[in-house]
Nanobody, 115 residues
Framework: QVQLVESGGGLVQPGGSLRLSCAAS????????MGWYRQAPGKQRELVAT???????NYADSAKGRFIISRDNDKNTVYLQMNSLKPEDTAVYYC?????????WGQGTQVTVSS
């Protein structure tokens, strides 16, 4: 099992940047998949960006070119650098981990993009 704790959310103006962090309670090197999902009000939770098998990255089309997922194995932490933020990026962002066959979620961090 693993516990995931997100941080770094907040209020930012359109065009601004934020970096989200997800601290895991155990070594992340061997975790099958880790990454970020988000859920906006009234919408389903959707993938933002993930690592699979350690190094294979997958981005939602809406995140490509603006968001970067990275990891620090020494700190057991996954990051999401979000640039050129838009109001439609407003959502609760959740950290995700898959240790086959189980899935784990953090509590979420709110990101609000507004002027």
């Amino acid at each position: 099992q693993v516990q995931l704790v997100e941080s770094g959310g907040g209020l930012v103006q359109p065009g601004g940047s934020l970096r989200l962090s997800c601290a895991a309670s155990r070594c992340i090197f061997s975790i099958y998949a880790m990454g970020w999902y988000r859920q906006a009000p009234g919408k389903q939770r959707e993938l933002v960006a993930t690592f699979t098998s350690g190094s294979i990255t997958n981005y939602a089309d809406s995140a490509k070119g603006r968001f970067i997922i990275s990891r620090d194995n020494d700190k057991n932490t996954v990051y999401l650098q979000m640039n050129s933020l838009k109001p439609e990026d407003t959502a609760v962002y959740y950290c995700y981990a898959k240790i086959i066959p189980m899935e784990f979620w953090g509590q979420g961090t709110q990101v609000t993009v507004s002027s």
